[in-house]
């Protein structure tokens, strides 16, 4: 409930909910979790003495194996090396959207049959990309975490992570995705001491300073307008110091969680327009034309309008993409301003104080910090371990083993000579 990565507020409702309902048998299921996170879930269920069930972590058909690759070349060099030595459907999991672009594109271009899936896609897209990989038709998806839930694809010979994940709760599940049918498969992490600047980034953002929540609590606070639709880019340029984009994402939640904020239903699809040129030049196409003749007639549009890009699109008979794509368009040349649908639901300030910081638990997010840093270390050590991975990965689990698999690279005599001790930074010693 505190350290989560996509913690939502709404877990903590769980309790009260259970209450109203007149305390029902409650099961919680969770695919991991360590000793300290099942206490939590029993503390914040109220579940006071429950039967605790847990499975058998050990997955005896997946191989682990860990290979250095020091720069973007020699990955994606890994990578083509890896899906011709081992046939069948793949998995291949980066940390970020540009990435799965960047790898789906080369692999296209090498003739490896491949479809990038990330949230930024339309879901039509993410839909195409899934079922062509589901069918069999693509053979290579390559994602971001937003793949995964509701997977069950049974064949998966082979998962890579082409980024280092933030922690072995992660690498778990997304590896495990590997081989549910029982037969041999491979978990492959495509390793350079670099990645970890990626996820310590993430972390940074998950965990923002005080000055960044105050300052987000100003911006919203300063609004006229009861209901605030900003998007998360738009409350950043507000700040006096600028802040990582997650990180007040973050702080929203933070605001919201200490009872200064409240989110509304509505409003998630809303975009921001505002016309900076009247006298531009009619643009050539013809959706385009549409588009800016549409908005010269809305009232207040000189002076920025939240819109539902989906009543948009109705008015003016076109799709919802096509719109968007108009609107990117004339952002581009000048005439507009233009913020796609906001990442937050709409907001209002719930209660209006001077000091936010004085109202709100902040001291817990240097705990949570070093709490992640702490997870992305135990990450960084299976990438150097030179034990048993799957002891490794069970020993954090809580699910004491003493024998050795027997299949991993480390077992087996074939862990990668190129990955040196990291030193106390962090960093390989080579």
């Avoid at 994602?143 to 082409?162: E, W």
């Avoid at 270390?377 to 004491?400: H, K, P, S, T």
Wanted: glycine residues 8%.
């Amino acid at each position: 409930s505190q350290w989560g990565h996509d913690f939502r507020p709404d877990y903590l409702k769980l309790r009260a909910a259970i209450a109203a309902a007149g305390h029902p048998t409650v099961l919680a299921a969770t695919a991991t979790a360590t000793p300290e996170v099942r206490e939590d879930i029993v503390a914040q269920l109220g579940l006071g003495e429950p039967r605790v069930v847990v499975s058998g972590f050990d997955r005896p058909n997946l191989r682990y194996v860990v290979r250095y690759a020091p720069a973007e070349d020699a990955k994606l060099t890994k990578l083509e090396e890896i899906l011709a030595k081992v046939p069948g459907s793949a998995i291949v999991y980066a940390a970020t959207r540009r990435n799965v672009e960047t790898i789906a594109g080369h692999l296209r271009l090498v003739g490896i049959d491949a479809v990038a899936y990330h949230a930024g896609l339309e879901d039509g897209r993410r839909a195409w990309a899934q079922n062509a990989f589901m069918a069999g038709t693509a053979r290579v998806v390559v994602a971001t975490n937003a793949f995964g839930m509701g997977i069950d694809k049974p064949d998966v010979r082979l998962v890579v992570h082409y980024d280092l994940p933030g922690t072995l709760e992660a690498y778990y599940q997304e590896a495990g995705r590997a081989g549910r049918d029982g037969h041999t498969a491979f978990c492959v992490l495509l390793f350079s001491p670099a990645d970890r600047y990626l996820q310590e980034f993430f972390i940074e953002g998950a965990c923002p300073s005080p000055q960044t929540i105050a300052g987000v609590y100003r911006v919203l606070a300063a609004r006229e307008e009861p209901e605030i639709f900003l998007s998360h880019d738009a409350i950043n340029s507000q700040l006096p110091h600028k802040a990582h984009d997650m990180a007040v994402g973050t702080a929203l939640r933070v605001l919201e969680r200490g009872g200064l904020v409240e989110r509304l239903a509505k409003g998630a699809a809303l975009a921001q327009v505002r016309l900076q040129v009247l006298d531009a030049p009619v643009p050539r196409s013809p959706l385009q034309q549409k588009a800016l003749a549409h908005l010269k007639r809305m009232p207040g549009v000189t002076g920025g309008l939240a819109l539902d890009l989906a009543n948009l699109a109705a008015d003016l008979e076109e799709s919802r993409e096509g719109v968007h794509a108009a609107l990117v368009a004339l952002r581009q040349k000048g005439i507009v301003a233009y913020a796609p649908p906001a990442r937050t639901q709409g907001l209002r300030i719930a209660r209006r104080v001077s000091d936010p910081l004085a109202e709100l638990d902040v001291g817990y997010l240097e705990r949570k910090e070093a709490h992640e840093m702490g997870k992305l270390e135990q990450m960084v050590g299976f990438a150097y371990a030179r034990r048993c991975r799957r002891n490794y990965v069970l020993d954090y689990f809580g699910e004491r083993t003493r024998t050795a698999c027997g299949r991993c690279d480390a077992c087996n005599g074939q862990a990668d000579p190129a990955i040196g001790a990291p030193d106390r930074s962090g960093r390989s010693r080579r």
